[in-house]
């Protein structure tokens, strides 16, 4: 786990550019080469992820997200602070998905917790529902966007999402969004795509960035958030370590 104070030096770090996710850059000399993408629209996604949810479990299932979510979820103590906020506990799980996310934490608790599910993809949802039920877990469910969450300001103890902010434009627009549902005191759970083979390919099918810790921790800072810290994650099948998990508290 890599652990960063807050008054450190903020890393450099692309800027998020005109709405377009910036593929890669290169200095030669007084030369700066930018590739940038137009991301898919918050439509379009939606529809894309529609049209593969049927067979996303199989995907999940050979990255084995549960079991890779699992591990950065216990170093992130996350337990502790659902613990401290007692059995009103609330978590937010922001592109839930199939639920992997939200089932992966459920599995590392003692106590229950209540659970609510954002999607903008409605079969994704109809997925969530049913993985989460069956599953055991106390979850709501409803279609709706990171980017504008209708929940009112300081309403969870854990606000999170796994693999979703690499498809915005402006991830840090979703993060503040998600710093303003959280309660003070309460963690913030990420996890996103990293540069690698894996992550390229990601990249050049869905059109998401490929996010280095620095920037994953610069994005963290500037959403007001303290005691930042991450870790690597690896996946299953030939993926490797294709991911970051990053986590930090909103200060009382
Ligand atoms: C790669 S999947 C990850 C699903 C789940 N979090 C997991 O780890 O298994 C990304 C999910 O984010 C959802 N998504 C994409 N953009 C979103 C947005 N702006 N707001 C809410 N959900 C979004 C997609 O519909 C999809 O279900």
Not at 33 to 61: H, M, Q
Request: charged share 20%.
């Amino acid at each position: 786990m890599t652990q960063f104070d807050t008054k450190g030096l903020l890393p450099p770090h692309p800027p998020v550019m005109d709405g377009a996710i910036l593929m890669t850059s290169r200095r030669i000399g007084s030369w700066e080469i930018l590739v940038k993408r137009r991301p898919l629209s918050s439509a379009d996604l939606a529809n894309r992820y529609d049209a593969v949810s049927g067979s996303w479990e199989r995907t999940a299932g050979r990255l084995q997200l549960e079991a890779a979510y699992q591990e950065p979820l216990l170093t992130s103590q996350v337990a502790t602070v659902l613990t401290q906020a007692g059995p009103q506990a609330r978590v937010l799980d922001c592109g839930v998905g199939s639920g992997n996310l939200s089932i992966a934490l459920d599995s590392i608790l003692t106590d229950p917790v209540t659970f609510h599910g954002i999607d903008t993809s409605a079969e994704m949802l109809a997925q969530a529902r049913s993985k989460m039920h069956a599953a055991g877990l106390r979850a709501h469910c409803k279609q709706a966007d990171v980017l504008s969450l209708p929940y009112d300001d300081q309403s969870f103890d854990v606000v999170m999402a796994a693999h979703v902010l690499e498809h915005l434009p402006d991830p840090r627009r979703a993060l503040r969004e998600m710093v303003r549902v959280l309660n003070p005191g309460g963690m913030v759970f990420v996890c996103v795509t990293r540069p690698s083979l894996f992550g390229a390919l990601i990249q050049l099918k869905w059109r998401t960035w490929a996010v280095t810790e620095k920037q994953g921790v610069a994005w963290l800072r500037e959403s007001q958030l303290a005691e930042v810290a991450c870790q690597p994650v690896r996946l299953g099948s030939c993926a490797g370590v294709a991911s970051t998990a990053f986590w930090a508290r909103r200060p009382t």
